[in-house]
């Protein structure tokens, strides 16, 4: 069992920046795919990014060009970098993660603020 941890939510205003660390605490060597979904109050999750293993990467549209994920297998972290933050960015955001098809890993979520 892992276990994954989300750090680095907090308040911005717009157009500022944020990077969300998820720590997990084995090995993530061999994860097939890790990513972030965010949850907004009264609206459905969202699946923000992806990364997989050999780190091909995937985006929301909402967030292409302003977000970039990010994986150190050393140091057994996932990084989400956001610039360009907008109110509508704020959100619980989840880490994720897949180490094959029968398993899959969340994090507690951070809270993100984006003020307008």
């Known amino acids: 069992q892992v276990q994954l941890v989300e750090s680095g939510g907090g308040l911005v205003q717009a157009g500022g920046s944020l990077r969300l660390s998820c720590a997990a605490s084995g090995s993530i060597v061999g994860f097939k795919t890790m990513g972030w979904y965010r949850q907004a109050p009264g609206k459905q999750r969202e699946l923000v990014a992806v990364?997989?293993?050999?780190?091909?990467?995937t985006y929301a549209d909402s967030v292409k060009g302003r977000f970039t994920i990010s994986r150190d297998n050393a140091k057994n972290t996932m990084y989400l970098q956001m610039n360009s933050l907008k109110p509508e960015d704020t959100a619980v955001y989840y880490c994720?993660?897949?180490?094959?098809?029968?398993?899959?890993?969340w994090g507690q979520g951070t809270q993100v603020t984006v003020s307008s």
């Open positions: 994720y993660a897949v180490p094959d098809v029968l398993r899959t890993y």
């Open positions: 990364i997989t293993e050999i780190g091909s990467t």
